[in-house]
C-alpha cells in the first residue's frame, strides 16, 4: 500500500514534467500540423544550460531563466530557419528534426562529456514531508502544485482567452482565421516559441524527477512526449495532461511492481489507444 | 429486372441529416438521372451507394443482393463503378497506367505479383481501345497529373467505364468538357457499351440540363435530401414543384 | 514500361547499360580493391538489400515505415539465438526461419497500423519498433541487451564460406532479390500498390482490397528487410540493439529518400551514398561522425529533392541523347 502511494505520487509529478514537456509538441503538432522531433532537444538544451548556469551562480531561478530562454532561442532558430520552409511537407519535417537530433546530441556530447548531471534542488525544497505513514518528497509536491497550477492557466488561455480562440481556430479551419484578417503564421511561430518555453522549463526543473540529464536524454524524452500526444489527443492542453499523467502515473506503477516491463508499458499504452481510439483518449480529429 | 434498388436511405452527421427516407430503383441498361441544387445531397446518394459512406437507416440492393454493409471494393467486384466529381486519377502514373489499373482490378489474373504489367496483352489491348474512345491515345505515356482538365475529366470516365461495369455512378460527367465533348459523351452513354452485350445502367448526377434531358430515360429530383420528384423527363418538365424550386432557379437555363 | 518515353531499340540497349557495367564491375572487384573496401561494399549490398525493401513499403505503397530496422533485426536476432541457443547449425533452415520471423512482425505491424496512414502510421510504426528495441535491450538473458550477440561462423551452404567468399554469395543474394523486386514492381500488384499510394479511394472503387494489399505490401517488404537482415548478421559476425532501433530505421528511410523514393534502385544508392560518406568521415572525425549525419539528413531534404538516382537517370538520357544522330 505504502508502495503504492509513493509510486503514484511519483507518477504524478513525473507525469507534470512530461505534461510541461509535451504540451508544446501537442499544440504546435495541432495547430501547425509539424512534427519536431527536435522538441526533446529543446528540454536537454534547457537542462544542461539551466543546470550549469544554476550551479555556477547558486541561483535557482537563473537557472530556469537560463534554461528557458535557451530553449526558447533553440526552438525560435529551428522554426525559422528549417520548418517554416517545409509547411505542410511532414515526411521531411520529421527528416529535418530527426537530423537536429544527431547533431545537437552529439554537440552535447561533445561539449557536456558524456557523464550524467544531476538537477539542481534549491535548499527551500529539499528535504520531504510526512503525512499520515507516508513520505513524500518537498520537491515532487512542488512541482505538481507548479504543474497544477501553470495547467490552469494554459488551459484558461485555451479556453477564455482571444487568442486560444484564435488557436482553437487555427487547429480547425487555418482558411477561415487568414480569411479573418488574422496573421495565424505569426501566432504560430508564437505558439511553437510558446512551447519552447514551456519545454525549456521543463527541462531545468524535471531533471531532479528524471533523476539527472544526459546526452542520450534529448533522444529518450522525446519518445515519452510523442506518446503522451498519441495518448492523450493531439492539440488541447486537456489532451497533454491527460496522456502526461496516464503514461506518468502507469510507468511509475509499473517501475515499483512490474520493473521487468516499465520499459514497455508506454509503447504498449501508445499502441493500445492507436487501435482503439486513433485520435487519442481526449482527441480532437486526427 | 431491377438492378439496383435503394430503399429508404436515411444518412446524417453531426446535427445534419443529409438524407432522409430516398427510396429508388434502377432497371438493367436504364440511364436514369439525379438532378437537384446544390447541396441536395446528390454526392452523398453516389457515395452511400458506392461504400464510401455508410447510411444509418435503409437497404441498398445490386442484382438482388444487400450491399448496404459492404465495403467499396466488394461492390466493385459485383459490377458497381463509379465516377467522380472532381477528377480522381493516380497522378504519378501514366495514362496507360491508369486504365490498366481500372482493368486489373476486378480480374483475378494469374502470376499477378511476377508478371509485367504489360505482359497481359489482351487488358494493353483493351486500354488502347478505351484511351482511343475518348482521343487520348496520343497521351498514353503521360503522367495523369500533366493531363489537362479535360483530357483528365476523360480518362476518369474511361476508369469508370473499364471495369465493364452493370451499373455506373458517374458525378458530374460533363463537368469541365466542351460542348463538343459533353455531346460525345452524351453518343457513349446512350450505345450499349457492354461488353456482354448488356446494356450497362447509368445513374448520374448532373447540373447540365442538355446532357439529362438527351440521355435520361427517367429522373430523380432531390431537393434537401429528399426525393420530390421522379419521372419520365416529360413528367419532370411538366412537374410545377420541380420547375419552382429548381428549374426556376436557373431562368437563364 | 508504361510511363517511360518510347526510345529506339539501339537507345534502349544503351540506356540500360550501366547496368551490367556495375555488375561487373562489382564482381571483378575483389581483384583490385582491398579488403576493408569489399567489407563496405558487402555492408552496402545488405543495407541497400534493407533499403530497397523499405521503398517498397514507402517509396512504392506510401506506407511511411520507420521500424524497418526492427523487421531486419528481428530475423538477425532469431537466427542468431538459434543458433547459439538452439545448436541449429543449418543455414538454410535458419534463414527460412528468420525470414519467417521477419514476415510474422511486419504483419503484426502491419495490421495494427493498417487503418492509419501517413504520420500515424509513421509513429505506430516507429513505436513498435523501439518496442522491439526495448526488447532487445532488456531481455538479457537470450539477447545479451546492448552487447548483442557475437561469434556467428560464416555459413555454410553445402561447402563453408570464408570471408572471402561471403561476398560473392552476399552479391549473388542481392542480385537476386533485386530482380525479383523488380519484377514484382512492374506487375499488376506492384502497381495497384502504387495505385493504393496515389489515390486509396480510387483504388477502391476499382476494386482492390486497399487494406489487405497494404497489409500485403508491407509484408513481402518486411520478408526482404529480414532476408537484408540474415545477410548483414553473417557478414558483421553479429547483431546488437544498435541495429534495430530508430537510428537505424532512420537511416534506411533516409537512404531511400537520398537516393530516390519509388526508384527501387535508388534505394540503393542512396545506401551506397550513406554508408560512402559514413565511412570516410568516420576516418576523419570518429566522435563527430552523428553531426555530419544529421547534416546529411537535413541537407538531403533541401538538396536532394527527388533523389539522386532520377537526377543521374536525367543526366544520362541527355548523354544518349547527345549520342544520338538520328532521331
Not at chain 1, 512530461?18 to 529543446?42: P, Q, Y
Not at chain 2, 432497371?27 to 446518394?45: D, H, M, R, S, Y
Not at chain 3, 529518400?257 to 568521415?281: D, E, H, M, N, R
Request: charged share 10%; aromatic share 10%; proline share 3%.
Amino acid at each position: 500500500m505504502d508502495v503504492l502511494v509513493v509510486s503514484t505520487m511519483a507518477g504524478i509529478s513525473y507525469g507534470m514534467v512530461l505534461f510541461l514537456l509535451s504540451t508544446g509538441l501537442s499544440i504546435v503538432l495541432g495547430l501547425m500540423g509539424v512534427v519536431n522531433l527536435a522538441h526533446g532537444m529543446l528540454f536537454m538544451t534547457a537542462a544542461y544550460a539551466g543546470i550549469t548556469v544554476g550551479n555556477l551562480t547558486d541561483s535557482f531561478l537563473l537557472g530556469i531563466l537560463t534554461g528557458i530562454f535557451s530553449a526558447g532561442i533553440s526552438g525560435l532558430i529551428i522554426e525559422r530557419g528549417f520548418l517554416r520552409q517545409l509547411y505542410k511537407r511532414e515526411l521531411e519535417q520529421i527528416l529535418v528534426t530527426f537530423g537536429f537530433i544527431y547533431i545537437i546530441t552529439n554537440l552535447h556530447l561533445w561539449f557536456y562529456g558524456p557523464y550524467p548531471r544531476s538537477g539542481i534542488v534549491p535548499s527551500l525544497l529539499k528535504g520531504g514531508i510526512t503525512i499520515g505513514r507516508y513520505d513524500f518528497s518537498f520537491y515532487r509536491l512542488a512541482i505538481i502544485a507548479v504543474g497544477a497550477i501553470l495547467c490552469a492557466c494554459l488551459f484558461w488561455l485555451q479556453e477564455k482567452t482571444k487568442i486560444g480562440a484564435i488557436i482553437r481556430a487555427g487547429m480547425d479551419d487555418p482558411e477561415i482565421v487568414y480569411a479573418s484578417g488574422i496573421n495565424l503564421r505569426n501566432v504560430n511561430v508564437g505558439a511553437f516559441v510558446f512551447g519552447a518555453l514551456l519545454a525549456g522549463f521543463a527541462g531545468v526543473v524535471g531533471t531532479p524527477v528524471l533523476g539527472g540529464v544526459t546526452a542520450t536524454t534529448g533522444g529518450d524524452v522525446i519518445f515519452v512526449a510523442i506518446a503522451v500526444c498519441i495518448v492523450g489527443g493531439v492539440g488541447s492542453v486537456q489532451g497533454a495532461l491527460v496522456g502526461a499523467l496516464l503514461i506518468g502515473i502507469v510507468t511509475s506503477l509499473a517501475q515499483a511492481y512490474l520493473p521487468y516491463i516499465a520499459i514497455y508499458m508506454m509503447y504498449i499504452i501508445m499502441v493500445i489507444i492507436l487501435v482503439l481510439k486513433p485520435s487519442g483518449l481526449v482527441g480532437r480529429t486526427s | 429486372m431491377e438492378i439496383l434498388e435503394v430503399e429508404k436511405i436515411a444518412f446524417g452527421y453531426g446535427g445534419l441529416q443529409v438524407l432522409q427516407d430516398i427510396s429508388f430503383s434502377v432497371k438493367q441498361g436504364e440511364k436514369v438521372a439525379l438532378i437537384g441544387p446544390n447541396g441536395a445531397g446528390k454526392t452523398t446518394v453516389l457515395n452511400v451507394l458506392s461504400g464510401l459512406l455508410t447510411p444509418q437507416f435503409g437497404k441498398v440492393r445490386l442484382l438482388g443482393r444487400d450491399i448496404t454493409n459492404r465495403p467499396t471494393h466488394s461492390r466493385a467486384s459485383l459490377g458497381l463503378a463509379r465516377s467522380f466529381q472532381v477528377s480522381s486519377l493516380f497522378p504519378q502514373l501514366s495514362v496507360l497506367s491508369n486504365v490498366l489499373l481500372a482493368l486489373h482490378g476486378i480480374q483475378r489474373t494469374s502470376r499477378q505479383m511476377i508478371r509485367s504489367i504489360t505482359a497481359y496483352k489482351s487488358f494493353v489491348e483493351r486500354a488502347d481501345e478505351l484511351l482511343g474512345s475518348v482521343d487520348l491515345l496520343s497521351k498514353r505515356d503521360t503522367l495523369a497529373r500533366f493531363l489537362s482538365h479535360g483530357e483528365q475529366r476523360r480518362l476518369e470516365l474511361i476508369l469508370s467505364f473499364a471495369s465493364s461495369p452493370k451499373v455506373l455512378l458517374l458525378d458530374e460527367p460533363t463537368a469541365g468538357l466542351s460542348s463538343q465533348e459533353s455531346s460525345a459523351l452524351a453518343q457513349m452513354l446512350l450505345k450499349p457499351a457492354h461488353q456482354n452485350g448488356e446494356d450497362v445502367a447509368v445513374l448520374f448526377v448532373a447540373h447540365d440540363l442538355d446532357l439529362v434531358f438527351t440521355v435520361a430515360e427517367r429522373i430523380l429530383v432531390l431537393y434537401y435530401g429528399i426525393i420530390i420528384a421522379q419521372g419520365t423527363p416529360e413528367e419532370i418538365r411538366g412537374n410545377q414543384s420541380v420547375r419552382e424550386i429548381y428549374l426556376g432557379e436557373t431562368q437563364s437555363a | 514500361m508504361p510511363g517511360r518515353a518510347r526510345m529506339s531499340g539501339r537507345k534502349q540497349l544503351a540506356y540500360f547499360a550501366p547496368l551490367p557495367v556495375i555488375l561487373l564491375f562489382l564482381v571483378a572487384a575483389p581483384w583490385f580493391l582491398d579488403t576493408p573496401i569489399i567489407s563496405l561494399i558487402t555492408k552496402v549490398l545488405c543495407f541497400g538489400l534493407l533499403a530497397m525493401s523499405v521503398d517498397i513499403a514507402f517509396g512504392y505503397t506510401g506506407l511511411w515505415t520507420f521500424g524497418h530496422a526492427a523487421i531486419f533485426g528481428v530475423a538477425a536476432y532469431t537466427c542468431a539465438i538459434l543458433l547459439k541457443g538452439a545448436d541449429i547449425t543449418n543455414f538454410w533452415l535458419l534463414a527460412l526461419i528468420g525470414i519467417v520471423m521477419a514476415g510474422i512482425v511486419s504483419a503484426i505491424f502491419a495490421a495494427v497500423a493498417a487503418r492509419s496512414s501517413g504520420l500515424y502510421f509513421l509513429l505506430i510504426t516507429f513505436a513498435l519498433g523501439q518496442l522491439v528495441y526495448s526488447v532487445a535491450v532488456q531481455w538479457k538473458s537470450v539477447t545479451h541487451g546492448n552487447d548483442g550477440l557475437w561469434g556467428m561462423p560464416y555459413p555454410h551452404i553445402g561447402f563453408s564460406l570464408s570471408s572471402e567468399t561471403y561476398y560473392y554469395f552476399a552479391l549473388i543474394v542481392v542480385v537476386l532479390c533485386a530482380i525479383v523486386l523488380y519484377r514484382f514492381t512492374r506487375s499488376p500488384f506492384g502497381y495497384s500498390l502504387m495505385g493504393i499510394r496515389e489515390n486509396e479511394i480510387r483504388a477502391r472503387t476499382m476494386g482492390y482490397d486497399t487494406r489487405l494489399r497494404k497489409i500485403g505490401g508491407f509484408v513481402i517488404s518486411g520478408l526482404f528487410a529480414g532476408l537484408a537482415g540474415i545477410l548483414y548478421l553473417y557478414f558483421n559476425g553479429g547483431i546488437a540493439p544498435e541495429n534495430v532501433g530508430m537510428s537505424a530505421s532512420g537511416m534506411a528511410t533516409i537512404m531511400v529518400i537520398i537516393g530516390g523514393t519509388g526508384t527501387l534502385w535508388g534505394a540503393f544508392l542512396g545506401s551506397a551514398i550513406v554508408l560512402l560518406l559514413q565511412y570516410y568521415i568516420s576516418l576523419l572525425t570518429p566522435n563527430r561522425w552523428p553531426i555530419f549525419l544529421g547534416a546529411i539528413f537535413i541537407a538531403s531534404v533541401f538538396f536532394a529533392r527527388g533523389g539522386v538516382f532520377p537526377w543521374l537517370v536525367s543526366l544520362w538520357r541527355k548523354v544518349i541523347r547527345y549520342g544520338d544522330t538520328g532521331s
